[in-house]
């Protein structure tokens, strides 16, 4: 998903309106050294800018103006004639003030943090932040309307003779220029919302609730919509750290913020009315997620009125160029600073050179028509769930109605957006590109005249010492993202055991208020069930250990699985997930290296070599915060870092359809992702379980080992699979990116933008007598029985990621049990991870 919308921007283009006034430059000293962070507008406006870390910049206006102001303290103000309407390559010079060379005052580097008015001006800032904004109300609501709109940028006459746009030479007909970096670009989506938010402060609740969305062509992408939408998440700018890409950046209005800034006073004068001062803020170190700009602050409230943000081009972060932020406050109640409207555009590229091609992403909000204390909503209304179907009005408002409702009109190429789109879909090159792209992102073909799926893809090759090389092939029946009913089958073939195996599932969404769906499947294949601790109910899910093409050690460990499963769902409050299911199964040993074997006393020969359980499951899955995309019966979440509650409990039944034992299994989990501000994001995983009543190997819970070079979640790396096999255990994971905090301080290493990653599992358990005695058959094959119940085993690593932006490898350390037969002290593993 987080590369989707670069890929499908690559097709689609726009019309333009170009702008009244333009201006570019470069501002320089007289000793012909550029001056960052200089002051340039336009000669009496608000409309204005400030220069780059090379003294670049770029200024343009919708309106018609003659002159351009510059200023920078300790420099002499310019007034720049503008000739033309348009005028790039302009070198503009400051002289020194000579009254402040004689006052000693210092411009550029690092500002003093004792007398210095401007963080005299910023500690009031903190004491008054309270007082206003939507804080300062019991309750609150307003209307928000909200477009996000992505442009293909950089257009040129190279890009335009690309094979890819032969035959869509059309789409070029006209450019438009951005005002914040002067590139040309050219809009290719545009989806537009328009809400009612409800809030009580004293209820400490908030609801947004939808009025209307449209979009360009793009309906039924809402994973794309909704991905966007978690992307460009909303900040409040006096919070210590602002969370943008996933990256924690502090605020220049934190309290944090003059050991991560430098602040100076550049000028003061009225806006609407008000007296207001200007303060110029810039990064005292490279490397540091910071932002430069100004802000305008007024002089009583000591309220923001305005202000600008952008990420400096050396920040940590990756596939972006460049983030600029606009935010606009309306004073109410002659004292009160509301958000008005909040603009972010960001600058997606795979090169951060200043004449790379990327993807302009553009959200502009709007909040308008603010109502308080008043008490509109009970606390009733905030807790009930909010519901929208499929063929909702809401996503097919007229054109009449968004003409009258919208809270900022569309510009001339966001209006040619829609009509763009509804041509390239008659163009048949543009069809054949859309769907090479769906398929390396969904990683399934489509087949539209069957409404079928080919897929997925990636799963067509695997290898493992029983099948050795195997041959996958399936599908699933799709009309649509939110189908309510869906059908999904495979059958794979392996060429060193010639057997085939089969899998089939079918899901019904029943009731899409309370999302009551009900599952059956049936699987026969080959698994490797010692890879995971909570066993998925899912019968088309796999583990990754089953059948990965390279490994660290034999892969034969693996079962023979015969399950059919029924499974009933509902989501009674969003996020919460009750979930009844009842399979009946049978395991058996897939290798003659590899022993499942087990006392049975009504055997003939007093030992079985089969398993035959019907089990029940009932499971308890809490996701605060989680956003979902869609609403059939398939949805996909649209953010990861929510936290993650789930208890499961697994009854198995003797003598019903000849099961064979008798037990109760009890599970429960907590994931948690901790933003620990500028040190960057910790993940913390709890796992604890216990078995009651004597159950074989295969009903056993196995210590997750990892026997491949790939990163994967909640496995130990230098554990061999059944290494340790329990009836009680604890399971914890520790991981922390800093985020390239420690490498951003090393010298030379700085420009590598690489991030230190560092983790720690443990794992504590136990195994009875009596489950080692039911065990114990005196196979040649069968697995020892062991469980780290005095010293719990643990391991530890430390990564390097972003290495090319792509690859992060781990050094993996073993911490203890040394002893165990062909125990790994050390090891490597790597994995892809597409992260800003």
């Given amino acids: 998903m987080k590369y989707k919308f670069i890929l499908i921007c690559t097709l689609f283009v726009s019309i333009?309106?170009?702008?009244?006034?333009?201006?570019?430059?470069?501002?320089?000293?007289?000793?012909?050294?550029?001056?960052?962070?200089?002051?340039?507008?336009?000669?009496?406006?608000?409309?204005?800018?400030?220069?780059?870390?090379n003294g670049g910049f770029y200024l343009e206006s919708k309106d018609n103006w003659k002159e351009i102001e510059i200023s920078f303290i300790g420099f002499k103000t310019l007034i720049v004639t503008l000739e033309q309407r348009i005028n790039y390559n302009l070198k503009l010079t400051l002289e020194e003030e000579t009254d402040a060379l004689k006052e000693i005052i210092i411009v550029t580097g690092k500002q003093p943090k004792k007398n210095n008015p401007a963080i005299d001006i910023l500690r009031k800032i903190w004491a008054q932040k309270r007082k206003n904004g939507?804080?300062?109300?019991?309750?609150?609501?307003?209307?928000?309307?909200?477009?996000?709109?992505?442009?293909?940028?950089?257009?040129?006459?190279?890009?335009?003779?690309?094979k890819i746009f032969k035959g869509l030479e059309f789409v070029f007909k006209d450019v438009d220029t951005s005002s914040v970096t002067g590139k040309t670009f050219l809009p290719v989506f545009l989806n537009e919302g328009l809400s009612e938010v409800y809030g009580d402060n004293i209820?400490?609740?908030?609801?947004?609730?939808?009025?209307?969305?449209?979009?360009?062509?793009?309906?039924?992408?809402?994973?794309?919509?909704?991905?966007?939408?978690?992307?460009?998440?909303?900040?409040?700018?006096?919070?210590?750290?602002?969370?943008i890409f996933d990256k924690s950046f502090v605020s220049p209005l934190s309290k944090t913020g003059i050991n991560n800034y430098n602040y100076v006073l550049a000028d003061s004068s009225f806006i609407d009315k008000k007296w207001c001062y200007n303060i110029i803020y810039y990064p005292r170190r490279k490397n540091e997620?910071?932002?430069?700009?100004?802000?305008?602050?007024?002089?009583?409230?000591?309220?923001?009125?305005?202000?600008?943000?952008?990420?400096?081009?050396?920040?940590?972060?990756?596939?972006?160029?460049?983030?600029?932020?606009?935010?606009?406050?309306?004073?109410?109640?002659?004292?009160?600073?509301?958000?008005?409207?909040?603009?972010?555009?960001?600058?997606?590229?795979?090169?951060?050179?200043?004449?790379?091609?990327?993807?302009?992403?553009?959200?502009?909000?709007?909040?308008?028509?603010?109502?308080?204390?008043?008490?509109?909503?009970?606390?009733?209304?905030?807790?009930?769930?909010?519901?929208?179907?499929?063929?909702?009005?809401?996503?097919s408002m007229s054109r009449t109605f968004w003409d009258k409702n919208r809270l900022e009109a569309l510009n001339k190429n966001e209006k040619g957006i829609y009509k763009l789109i509804d041509t390239l879909k008659t163009v048949k090159k543009f069809k054949n590109i859309n769907k090479a792209v769906q398929t390396m992102y969904s990683g399934y073909f489509?087949?539209?005249?069957?409404?079928?799926?080919?897929g997925p893809i990636f799963s067509t090759f695997g290898y493992?010492?029983?099948?050795?090389?195997?041959?996958?092939?399936?599908?699933?029946?799709?009309?649509?993202?939110?189908?309510?009913?869906?059908?999904?089958?495979?059958?794979?073939?392996?060429?060193?055991?010639?057997?085939?195996?089969?899998?089939?599932?079918?899901?019904?969404?029943?009731?899409?208020?309370?999302?009551?769906?009900?599952?059956?499947?049936?699987?026969?294949?080959?698994?490797?069930?010692?890879?995971?601790?909570?066993?998925?109910?899912?019968?088309?899910?796999?583990?990754?250990?089953?059948?990965?093409?390279?490994?660290?050690?034999?892969?034969?460990?693996?079962?023979?699985?015969?399950?059919?499963?029924?499974?009933?769902?509902?989501?009674?409050?969003?996020?919460?997930?009750?979930?009844?299911?009842?399979?009946?199964?049978?395991?058996?040993?897939?290798?003659?290296?590899?022993?499942?074997?087990?006392n049975d006393v009504t055997a003939s020969s007093g030992i079985s070599s089969k398993i035959r359980q019907l089990e029940t499951v009932f499971s308890i899955g809490y996701y605060p915060k989680r956003k979902m995309s869609g609403f059939g019966v398939q949805r996909e979440p649209a953010n990861t870092n929510y936290t993650q509650y789930f208890?499961?409990?697994?009854?198995?039944?003797?003598?019903?359809?000849?099961?064979?034992?008798?037990?109760?299994?009890?599970?429960?989990?907590?994931?948690?992702?901790?933003?620990?501000?500028?040190?960057?994001?910790?993940?913390?995983?709890?796992?604890?379980?216990?078995?009651?009543?004597?159950?074989?190997?295969?009903?056993?819970?196995?210590?997750?080992?990892?026997?491949?070079?790939f990163i994967f979640n909640n496995t130990f790396n230098l554990l061999n699979f059944y290494e340790f096999v329990t009836d009680k255990y604890a399971s914890f994971h520790l991981e922390h990116n800093f985020n390239g905090r420690i490498f951003s301080r090393i010298p030379l290493?700085?420009?590598?933008?690489?991030?230190?990653?560092?983790?720690?599992?443990?794992?504590?358990?136990?195994?009875?007598?009596?489950?080692?005695?039911?065990?114990?058959?005196?196979?040649?094959?069968?697995?020892?029985?062991?469980?780290p119940s005095q010293d719990p085993y643990y391991e530890y690593s430390v990564g390097v990621a972003n290495i090319f932006k792509l690859l992060r490898v781990d050094f993996n350390f073993r911490g203890n049990y040394f002893d165990n037969t062909e125990a790994r002290k050390f090891g490597i593993t790597a994995g892809i991870r597409f992260n800003f």
């Fill in 16 to 53: 333009s309106l170009l702008a009244q006034t333009k201006v570019k430059g470069i501002i320089t000293d007289t000793n012909n050294i550029p001056l960052p962070y200089c002051s340039i507008q336009f000669n009496g406006s608000t409309e204005g800018t400030t220069s780059n870390e």
């Fill in 749 to 787: 290493l700085k420009k590598t933008k690489l991030r230190t990653v560092i983790g720690f599992k443990t794992f504590l358990g136990a195994i009875s007598d009596k489950n080692v005695a039911l065990n114990t058959t005196g196979n040649s094959a069968e697995t020892t029985l062991t469980a």
């Fill in 289 to 395: 997620l910071t932002f430069k700009g100004n802000f305008w602050v007024n002089d009583s409230t000591f309220a923001v009125k305005e202000i600008n943000l952008q990420v400096v081009k050396n920040a940590n972060i990756n596939w972006v160029k460049d983030v600029y932020i606009e935010q606009e406050f309306e004073l109410l109640n002659d004292s009160i600073f509301v958000l008005k409207r909040d603009f972010l555009l960001s600058d997606f590229a795979l090169s951060k050179k200043d004449k790379s091609r990327g993807v302009y992403g553009k959200k502009t909000t709007i909040y308008k028509d603010y109502v308080f204390n008043q008490p509109l909503k009970d606390e009733s209304f905030y807790d009930k769930k909010v519901f929208n179907q499929n063929n909702d009005s809401t996503y």
């Fill in 134 to 162: 939507l804080s300062h109300f019991n309750q609150y609501k307003y209307k928000k309307y909200e477009k996000v709109e992505f442009d293909l940028n950089t257009i040129d006459d190279k890009l335009k003779k690309k």
């Fill in 647 to 709: 208890t499961q409990i697994s009854k198995g039944s003797k003598d019903i359809f000849g099961s064979d034992f008798d037990y109760t299994k009890v599970q429960v989990s907590l994931f948690k992702l901790w933003e620990i501000g500028g040190l960057g994001r910790l993940k913390t995983s709890l796992e604890i379980g216990q078995t009651f009543g004597e159950v074989p190997l295969g009903l056993l819970s196995v210590a997750p080992g990892n026997q491949t070079y």
């Fill in 464 to 598: 493992n010492d029983v099948e050795g090389l195997r041959i996958r092939v399936g599908g699933r029946t799709y009309k649509s993202t939110n189908d309510l009913f869906r059908l999904e089958a495979y059958t794979a073939y392996g060429l060193k055991d010639e057997n085939l195996k089969y899998g089939f599932q079918a899901k019904w969404l029943l009731n899409k208020k309370n999302r009551l769906i009900i599952t059956s499947g049936k699987k026969h294949d080959i698994e490797q069930i010692g890879a995971t601790l909570t066993a998925n109910t899912d019968v088309l899910g796999r583990s990754d250990g089953s059948s990965s093409l390279i490994g660290t050690g034999t892969n034969d460990k693996l079962t023979n699985i015969n399950i059919t499963t029924l499974t009933g769902e509902i989501e009674p409050t969003p996020n919460l997930i009750l979930k009844l299911s009842a399979n009946y199964k049978t395991l058996s040993s897939a290798s003659d290296t590899f022993s499942l074997d087990y």
């Fill in 203 to 243: 209820l400490n609740k908030e609801k947004e609730v939808l009025i209307a969305n449209q979009n360009s062509g793009f309906s039924t992408e809402q994973q794309l919509i909704d991905y966007v939408d978690d992307l460009y998440s909303e900040y409040n700018i006096y919070d210590n750290y602002l969370k």
């Fill in 446 to 454: 489509e087949i539209d005249a069957l409404n079928i799926d080919y």
